[in-house]
């Protein structure tokens, strides 16, 4: 496409490139354009500041996917951010491309939709452990088997923080929430076995420190060209770590640092505390 | 919206409208250069250019020159 | 060309016709055939895990730019509300057909009912003005499919498709290229090239506006009026006028068709569109009658909708079990006219 619209140009070059259409034709259909785009262009200013809690690992998470879809150079048109709801559901609000967002739990099968409508689209979903594991556990399911192309990033902070702190599929046992008052009963939902028992499967799990790890994990999950699913280790302060006496959300974020270490090549599967990415 | 910037020291530019103060980038910076000052951050000149605050900055709230 | 038909199989022509391309569905007695039908006709065909699914996945696809339908029975149409609520606050074109059972829960997943008339009015949680069609016929099935696409374009809102369990398993001979038809196109640009937001929430040029009631005020009206002015564009009914006949039937579905041989003695109001009530229609046919029996097979469910718009007493005749049998609602009606049975409520049948 960039090339045909250059070569249309060049025979009239007397014409020079001087006026303002030419100018605007040079800057969106010459491949360099590339170079004077950056995430910046992905996200939505006007609505900034978001409406997430000072701290939050979120607004992390969605500039790293903005940077992850820039540097993939894939042009603003071909993406749509799908969401489902709660605090990561608010995600796609944020991004200067088409987005929608759905219903609890229901994120990525409005995706596939999505996807199935339109298959030029990448679709990124961006949603949390409540929303894809919690409610959405059986489009999870499904939608991994049918192994439909999008790339799904789970903000995994172990809690229902939007309506106030409750015990989410993932939180850890033994944890203190509003709905667990003597620590959580229940292990957390393995993200990980779930989607690698699927026979073709891609499964990344990093965390909102490990940053450069993050972005390799998206960009490999968006470019895989079937499911991939990035469990995004977060934290949340204000209605979770506080309960637990942590005093801000650096404290969490140091939490992360000292107990998640990168694993680069696991063998087949990640241990509890490693990060990395699975795949075949 | 516009949001409202302030050159803080050296090659740092911090973002008002946008900035939550959670202090992260006073946590995240290795040179100990940010500190939070009533409702302000503030740089004490040591900035480094490492870019650690732009990048963990869940608010898009401060920015450096490179 | 004349060919035998299935009700269900019609529905799926009907909505080829009308140009769906994608349709993601799940298995249920007794509108599998739709499903059946259309799994190998070159559409984008998905078989979900479940109705949510089903329901989400098409406003996906709806947006993405394809016109798009699923269909489903009772227990499975209680699933795809939030979704049909979804549909109407993102402002997305979409057909829900529900073949009706006999409910409450699995009920009797084999005899047809009408029961689910005032859930496709109000399914949803919220205000909405919901746009329904109900045909009789295996012919109306092709026919109002293809109008129902239409008016969901139009609309831009998911619109439902009522059927019930005979309607849908009736065979019938029918040309369907002599029934015409106008096709409406895309009314949205399919998703991809611009920065539109589309949500759930309330929201004022893809903003979120959770908290402005001026506003929801303002949308809510907008809303109501758009609905109501399309589907002044497809007010269709039937309107069989007996001689000299002191009584109005109102019946629709296969109902309206077992009441069919005493046509003549009275007179039959068949409403098609369904919701929004043909409220000018009926109040200028019903002014000419002394009184006005509704025969539907639930528990009175379009009677209060009929008492609310014409403001006057109407009696019913409710036949439900799902077994209809016609001598026995030419007795009841005779009964009920000659003073012998009473209105509501009345036993079985």
Redesign the interface.
Known sequence: MANWKVTLLRPDEEHGFSSFQDGVFLLFFFPGWWFLMSYKDY?K??????T?????????V??YAAMAIDELKIPKEDVVVVSGIGCSGRSAGYFDVESLHGLHGRALAMAEGVKRGNRKLKVVVISGDGDLLGIGGNHLLHTSRRNVEMCVICINNEIYGMTGGQMSPTTKKGTVTLTSPEGSPYNPVNAQGLITSNKDHFYARSSVFH?NHLKKSIQEGISRGGFSFIEVISYCIENNGRRLGFK???EM??LIRKNYKVNPSPAGKLGDLELGIVKT | ?E?EKKKIGGPLTWIK????????C???CPAKDLMIKGNEIVSLGKCTKCQLCE???????IEVEK | MKELLMGNHAVALGALKAGMTFFAGYPITPASEIMHFLANKGIEFVHTEDEIAAANMIVGSSLSGRKSMTSTSGPGMSLMQEAIGLGHMMEVPMVIVNVQRVGPSTGMPTLPAQGDILQAKHGSHGDYTQIVFYPNSVEECYRYAIEAFNASEESRSPVIFLMDGFVGHLMETVDLDAIPCAIVPRTIPGLGGGNRHFTGLLSKNGIPCTMNSDYYREWFQKMKSKATSVSDRYNFFEYLRGDDAKTLIIAFGIVSRVVLPLIGKYSLFRPIRMFPVLEKELKEIASGYERIIVVEMNDGQYKGEIERVLKRDVEGISLIGGDLDPTVVGEKIEGLSNGKLESYPTEAR
């Open positions: 996200i200013w006007e609505r900034m500041p978001s997430w809690c000072p701290g939050c690992g979120i607004g992390i969605l500039k940053l801000d959300a650096p974020l140091d | 919206m949001a409208g946008y900035c939550k103060l959670c202090s992260i006073v946590y995240i990048k963990f900055c869940p608010d898009f709230a």
